[in-house]
């Protein structure tokens, strides 16, 4: 493994374990901030060539593949989250009459 992808994943791990405050907000608001990060990262995209443009090539990669991970493991919890209130309403759901 090489010293990027462990420093990845250490970072993706220390992003995980600071997240223990999101299990007190309510759903919406863990939906909408999840939702403002995700857009702020896509803005960011183009921008992020800009900063990287002075390293060397290994680093750029590194740099892009990391915003790329961040993104898809927001991307996947915004799902998750989007899941959860989908079950969340149906628990609400009147049944039919029997």
Avoid: C, Y
Wanted: proline residues 4%; charged residues 35%; without cysteine.
């Amino acid at each position: 493994m090489r010293l990027a992808e462990l420093l990845i994943r250490v970072r993706l791990n220390d992003v995980n374990s600071l997240n223990w405050w999101r299990d007190v907000l309510p759903l919406d608001e863990k939906i909408e901030r999840t939702q403002r990060l995700l857009r702020r990262l896509e803005e960011d995209e183009p921008l992020l060539a800009l900063r990287v443009a002075d390293l060397g090539k290994d680093h750029q990669q590194s740099a892009k593949r990391f915003a790329a991970q961040v993104m898809a493991r927001t991307r996947a919890e915004l799902q998750k989250l989007m899941e959860q209130k989908s079950r969340d309403v149906e628990l609400f759901l009147p049944a039919p009459a029997d």
